[in-house]
């Protein structure tokens, strides 16, 4: 968990001030995120801990992200109840991955996330983005990430939500 924690902060940008205070947000997250069922981590390393993503499979029998779900296109909430959605959570990569081979199957981050849908057999991954963090949305679009319209009736809120919803096929 500690060399997860450095890995984030070293990730995260803001430099060394404010990785305490994110390393200890992020090793929150990932606490309450290991208690999920099906709960996945895959990391990479070489002779150091170089990436890691993780995640949870999503059920279509409740709902997985509060106030959110009843703005998902249908297709979406019927993968889930096949058991064919994954959640990924987090993406950690080097940031000269988040700019360098973006597009290339070879790139780190696209090998952890196509490992954690392949695993479980996911259709779908899916992750919510802060609608503010242009950064990380246009690094997952790189990757081949998709951003999801809704389609339910109150979709002209849907754009007003604090999180952007992005789709991988598996």
């Known amino acids: 968990m500690e060399e997860?924690?450095?890995?984030?902060?070293?990730?995260?940008?803001?430099?060394?001030?404010?990785?305490?205070q994110a390393r200890s947000a992020f090793l929150r997250r990932l606490a309450a995120d290991l208690r999920r069922p099906g709960f996945e981590l895959v990391i990479a390393e070489s002779t150091e801990?170089?990436?890691?993503?993780?995640?949870?499979?999503?059920r279509g029998d409740g709902p997985w992200w509060e106030g959110l779900d009843g703005f998902l296109?249908?297709?979406?909430?019927?993968?889930?109840?096949?058991g064919r959605l994954f959640a990924i959570s987090v993406i950690l990569v080097p940031p000269r991955v988040r700019r360098?081979?973006?597009?290339?199957?070879?790139?780190?981050?696209r090998r952890l996330q196509r490992r954690l849908l392949t695993d479980h057999g996911a259709a779908l991954g899916v992750m919510l983005?802060?609608?503010?963090?242009?950064?990380?949305?246009?690094?997952?679009?790189?990757?081949?990430?998709?951003?999801?319209e809704a389609d339910a009736p109150?979709?002209?809120?849907?754009?007003?939500?604090?999180?952007?919803?992005?789709?991988l096929e598996g």
């Open 49 to 58: 801990l170089t990436g890691c993503a993780y995640g949870f499979p999503v």
């Open 73 to 82: 296109p249908g297709d979406v909430l019927r993968t889930a109840a096949s």
């Open 100 to 109: 360098e081979n973006q597009s290339r199957p070879w790139n780190l981050a």
């Open 4 to 20: 997860l924690g450095d890995l984030y902060a070293q990730t995260s940008g803001g430099g060394p001030w404010a990785w305490n």
């Open 154 to 167: 109150a979709a002209s809120s849907f754009a007003r939500r604090p999180s952007r919803v992005l789709l």
């Open 129 to 148: 983005v802060s609608r503010s963090d242009g950064r990380t949305t246009e690094a997952l679009r790189s990757w081949g990430w998709r951003c999801v």
